[in-house]
T-cell receptor, first 115, second 113 residues
């Protein structure tokens, strides 16, 4: 299976620590998205990349959050000085831009718990 | 900003029966896409069906079909012959162009055997 993969699947950290998540998109997908999903809610957009360029960032993405996609392949999402409010599922999705009708395919997510 | 509303937090249906999940959205655009995603417990989100706003014909994928009412900004999902494996959270989502998905709050669907 060559779907979207995310690592780690679960992360428990103490408040104030830094965490980094990784997303590997479907091969040849040039767009990559990060979403955050809190319990009982729908995912909320954080940021997206086309190739290595970060094209949009949500207001949800405070200055403690940073995302990168070097070489337009995998992406990392780092949260510095974590807070309890950062506890959520972090979802990655990828797609191939084809002009119209692209579909985003989601990974299994990284569940973060900040103690 | 675009919004997506799912007014049914929970729904249940007997196995083999039909259920309809509701979704409304708000946009001033005429060209956009609508999606239904399924998120089984502790499993990843998968696409169920999608609809392009410029197409008047309702999308269908096997047992899943939509009722797309563009003027009313309504996009409901009908699941026919419900199966136990259909139990999941269902999310309605909107996308305009090459942009992010905007999701509704979700509907938890339970299938009763």
């Amino acid at each position: 299976d060559t779907g979207v993969s995310q690592d780690p699947r679960h992360k428990i950290t103490k408040r104030g620590q830094n965490v980094t998540f990784r997303c590997d998109p479907i091969s040849e997908h040039n767009r990559l998205y990060w979403y955050r999903q809190t319990l009982g809610q729908g995912p909320e957009f954080l940021t997206y990349f086309q190739n290595e360029a970060q094209l949009e960032k949500s207001r949800l993405l405070s200055d403690r959050f940073s995302a990168e996609r070097p070489k337009g392949s995998f992406s990392t999402l780092e949260i510095q000085r974590t807070e309890q409010g950062d506890s959520a599922m972090y979802l990655c999705a990828s797609s191939y831009s084809s002009g119209r009708g692209e579909t985003q395919y989601f990974g299994p997510g990284t569940r973060l718990l900040v103690l | 900003a675009q919004t997506v509303t799912q007014s049914q937090p929970e729904m249940s249906v007997q196995e083999a029966e039909t259920v309809t999940l509701s979704c409304t959205y708000d946009t001033s655009e005429s060209d956009y896409y609508l999606f239904w995603y399924k998120q089984p417990p502790s499993r990843q989100m998968i696409l169920v069906i999608r609809q392009e706003a410029y197409k008047q014909q309702n999308a269908t994928e096997n047992r899943f079909s939509v009722n797309f009412q563009k003027a009313a900004k309504s996009f409901s999902l009908k699941i026919s012959d419900s199966q136990l494996g259909d139990a999941a959270m269902y999310f309605c989502a909107y996308r305009e162009g090459a942009q992010k998905l905007v999701f509704g709050q979700g509907t938890r669907l339970t299938i009763n055997p």
